[in-house]
């Protein structure tokens, strides 16, 4: 009983606060509804319309006396191929003096060939060493060093994309490497230009900087790249969706009615076979409707089209329908058990020598006895046309005449 009382009364007690939350009086005694979620909420005067609650405020450096060095030391070491060493040499100095700046550290190995980067007491940004960090990393894959310090800039992210194994066959991917850098890299520009990033091709891996919204499209078309989809496709919708965002009217409305669709060509084994068997039950059914009994009525334009058109038109696709089964063809016999069906495989090694060279010298045979053919012809006079005679004309005649009685 005691329980069911003092839940009624937290009831009634509920009850009340929420008829005080909905009938709170004005000033002229009208009754107003008001949200019981934002009963607690008070004007703010200092928050006005023109603050920018979106803007990323500059982080600058504290005063010497404010700052205070960080509890522990965080770094970050990195390997480097051996052909960029030299380089790396060179340019060392100028890499630890915008290190500096920052408060940044950075040391190179030369020995066991990496490259470090960490804080010290001077760092008052937490979050450079990450910067730091994609700075070493886009030197080892052959950035160079005035385009790789601008990643310590805020607005600039990095993203480095492996592209060595989303293609098995080396040729295919060199090719879609190739495709990727384009002409004279004119490709390669036009991403750059209409991304707003800086790209470069490397090796196994392709290396990219600019902001987020780009650095996403970049991914999105180099990994389109290499899975056989060429990039003029993404670039064609980059261009139609910068000038779309021209227009202020379609900022609220979908751009996908202007953005072009592109189809894939290469059907599976599955649709063409599909595809097929469609095409097949078509012409089925049309010729099952047609009447035997019918003439056809052919007109002067149809026997004009096809007095011109001589040629017999090829059909797309075989008479036979063909069924699409999932099980592969039967596998073909090796090398293996060909020479073990002759026997060869059982031969000594010097049996083996000596028949191949046989093979090897027959088959020169033929072919010099049909290149000696083929320079003979050259010599081989053409039969002479020689005119007919008065007797040979006669004769023709006379049988000419004799066919005529018959």
């Known amino acids: 009983m005691s329980a069911e009382a003092s839940s009624s009364g937290i009831s009634k007690k509920s009850k009340k606060n929420k008829s005080k939350a909905v009938e709170t009086s004005n000033g002229d005694g009208d009754a107003q509804e008001v949200d019981k979620n934002k009963r607690h909420r008070k004007d703010k005067p200092w928050d006005t319309d023109d603050i920018d609650h979106w803007a990323i405020p500059q982080f600058t450096a504290p005063s010497a006396t404010e700052h205070k060095p960080f509890l522990e030391e965080s770094s970050f070491a990195l390997l480097f191929p051996k052909y960029r060493e030299p380089y790396l040499r060179s340019i060392w100095s100028n890499i630890t003096s915008e290190l500096d700046k920052y ?40 950035v160079n060093a005035p385009q790789a310090i601008k ?114 060509k290469h059907l599976s084994t599955s649709e063409k076979t599909a595809k097929k068997n469609a095409l097949l039950d078509r012409q089925a059914q049309s010729t099952s409707t047609i009447n035997p009994n019918s003439i056809p009525i052919t007109s002067t334009t149809t026997t004009t089209t096809t007095a011109v058109d001589d040629k017999p038109k090829r059909t797309p696709f075989p008479s036979k329908k063909k069924t699409y089964t999932p099980f592969p063809p039967p596998q073909q016999p090796s090398k293996l058990d060909l020479q073990l069906a002759s026997g060869e495989y059982f031969l000594k090694p010097r049996e083996k020598e000596a028949m191949e060279k046989r093979k090897k010298a027959e088959k020169q045979m033929e ?26 004309r006669r004769k023709k005649r006379k049988r000419a005449k004799a066919e005529d009685l018959m």
Not at 107 to 128: A, F, N
Not at 375 to 391: L, S, T
């Open 103 to 142: 408060g940044l550290a950075c040391e190179l190995d030369l020995v066991q060939g990496q490259m470090t980067v960490k804080t010290t007491r001077k760092t008052w940004d937490p979050y450079i060493v990450l910067k730091g960090r994609d700075l070493l990393k886009l030197l080892a894959r052959g």
């Open 367 to 392: 072919v010099s006895a049909q290149r000696k053919a083929e320079r003979e012809e050259a010599f081989i006079a053409p039969p002479e046309k020689r005119e007919e005679g008065v007797e040979e």
């Open 151 to 264: 990643i310590l800039q805020d607005g600039i992210a990095c993203d480095i994309i492996k592209i060595g194994g989303l293609v098995r066959n080396k040729e295919r991917f060199v090719k879609r490497r190739q495709r990727l850098v384009g002409p004279n890299g004119s490709t390669l520009k036009a991403i750059e230009l209409l991304t707003e990033c800086y790209v470069l091709v490397q090796g196994n891996t392709v290396s990219a900087m600019g902001s987020f919204k780009g650095l996403k499209e970049v991914r999105r078309i180099i990994i389109d790249c290499m899975n056989n989809i060429h990039p003029i496709y993404r670039i064609k919708e980059l261009m139609i969706r910068r000038e779309l965002a021209k227009d202020p009217k379609l900022a609220n409305e979908s751009w996908d009615r202007f953005l072009p669709k592109f189809q894939k």
